[in-house]
Antibody, heavy 117, light 110 residues
Framework: EVQLVESGGGLVQPGGSLRLSCAAS????????MHWVRQPTGSGLEWVSG???????YYAGSVKGRFTISRENAKNSLTLQMNGLRVEDTALYYC???????????WGRGTLVTVSS | QSVLTQPPSASGTPGQRVTISCSGS????????VYWYQQLPGTAPTLLIY???QRPSGVPDRFSGSKSGTLASLTISGLRPEDEAYYYC???????????FGGGTKLTVL
């Protein structure tokens, strides 16, 4: 069974940093692209960042230059390093597995990031 | 404000058919596959339709997707109370070079 478990969320002041992690199991992690998608409370979904199986990375314009996505295949782990956090980054952050044909076919439960002074 | 336009709400009674639209442009809906996700209250999204009109195993055939030009649509036939949820369309956008979610449609089953 595919499982994605996010961690690392919390309360941080504007300008601060936070490192999110996603522990993956139940599939061959190396073979799949992985993504982060976020959702502010009471609002819609927003794609944040993705990393290919080969390590290529891509970012939404709103986070480019501030967030860094990475993966450690040996540990089946996905990471999102978030620097220069802004109030508008406050959201529930989901980790999602990308299947080449079907899209995001598995999602975690999310970890909550709150940016506030 | 999203450049993909979905109606903020839709409704129907049990048994009815409801269609949710997703209007975009040639750089997204018109030129790339569209995916649809269902989000039940308090849960993570789940895949409903991929590559415009393909249904994953386990998704009832009451759900169908279609696309014409820059307009994608999700149709739910034989509406059930458990279909009450938010629905999101998402294509790749060539101009933004990223994935673009529609604003979401809240479906209410009356």
């Amino acid at each position: 069974e595919v499982q994605l478990v996010e961690s690392g969320g919390g309360l941080v002041q504007p300008g601060g940093s936070l490192r999110l992690s996603c522990a993956a199991s139940g599939f061959t992690f190396d073979n799949y692209d992985m993504h982060w998608v976020r959702q502010p409370t009471g609002s819609g979904l927003e794609w944040v960042s993705g990393i290919g199986a080969a390590g290529d990375t891509y970012y939404a314009g709103s986070v480019k230059g501030r967030f860094t996505i990475s993966r450690e295949n040996a540990k089946n782990s996905l990471t999102l390093q978030m620097n220069g956090l802004r109030v508008e980054d406050t959201a529930l952050y989901y980790c999602a597995k990308w299947e080449a044909r079907r899209g995001w076919d598995h999602w975690g439960r999310g970890t909550l990031v709150t940016v506030s002074s | 404000q999203s450049v993909l336009t979905q109606p903020p709400s839709a409704s129907g009674t049990p048994g009815q058919r409801v269609t949710i639209s997703c209007s975009g442009s040639n750089s997204n809906v018109g030129g790339n596959f569209v995916y649809w996700y269902q989000q039940l209250p308090g849960t993570a999204p789940t895949l409903l339709i991929y590559r415009d009109d393909q249904r994953p195993s386990g998704v009832p055939d009451r759900f169908s997707g279609s696309k014409s030009g820059t307009l994608a649509s999700l149709t739910i036939s034989g509406l059930r109370p458990e279909d009450e949820a938010y629905y999101y369309c998402v294509p790749w956008d060539d101009s933004l070079r990223g994935w673009l979610f529609g604003g979401g449609t809240k479906l209410t089953v009356l």
